[in-house]
């Protein structure tokens, strides 16, 4: 005869349950995924300073640097960022971010620091930044607008087509 002993263990908002039989075999599962001796991680990473900061901006590039994230399971150096940029103030959600962005390169993890070239001049940007942990649960930073700069021109004048220097 099988004995059903339901064990409630709050630990990182799931319950585990184990099902023990007459000789003390057990099987445990999670409501997370199903898999004996899982501890799944629920939570998405926790952002303590969601402020995007522009360092340099030219006219087709711009850096953004912020600060990390941590996270209940995951170590702070395999927390996985990717930035993600838009013409248009449409970027305020992770699904908005993965729907309306376009990602610079892929995540990558250990970096506060992203360069994101070939933006146009002139032009005003919006940026996120997506923080991924090794369960797949994410976080998204706060909106940062930054425009580019006027295209870098140099109209060398050196007076040689200047009439007072040839005459008519």
Known sequence: MKKLIILFALLFGLF???????????????EA?????????????IISDDTLTAG?????TVIISWTAADDD??????????????????LSTVADAETNGTAVGTAEANIITK???????STSYYFVVVVTDSAGNKSIYST????TVAED???WDFGIWDQSIWGD
Request: glycine share 10%.
């Open 144 to 147: 940062l607008t930054q425009a």
């Open 115 to 121: 360069s994101v070239s070939g933006l146009t001049a």
């Open 73 to 90: 399971t995951t170590a702070p150096a395999e927390l996985k960022y990717l930035v993600y940029y838009s013409t248009s103030d449409n």
């Open 56 to 60: 340099t901006v030219s006219s087709s």
């Open 153 to 155: 021109r140099h109209d």
């Open 33 to 45: 995924g199903g898999e004996s001796g899982d501890d799944a991680d629920g939570a998405a990473p």
């Open 16 to 30: 585990a349950c184990a099902n023990v039989d007459d000789e003390g075999t057990s099987q445990s599962w999670s």
